[in-house]
């Protein structure tokens, strides 16, 4: 019964596409490609921002370490 339900689903989602593109025509094109792009900038913006997220709860876990130079004298080593 599920999968009815879904096969009824998109059958009326193919239809109400099918009528949008009967209706828009020439600008359909550009109204897909303006939903394409939008859903790929947020998509991309919100993995950034968990990157972001990730490396600084990386960074605040587990410091790096310190290195502590000593230099002789005149600078050489």
Sequence with gaps: M???LYFVLFLVIAI???VLTA???DQGA???A???GTTMIVLVSAAGGAML???EENAAQNPPPVEHRHSGAGGAE
């Design 2 to 4: 599920r999968s009815f």
């Design 16 to 18: 109400l596409v099918t």
């Design 23 to 25: 209706i828009l025509g």
């Design 30 to 32: 550009w109204y897909f």
């Design 34 to 36: 303006w939903l394409v």
């Design 53 to 55: 997220d990730a490396n």
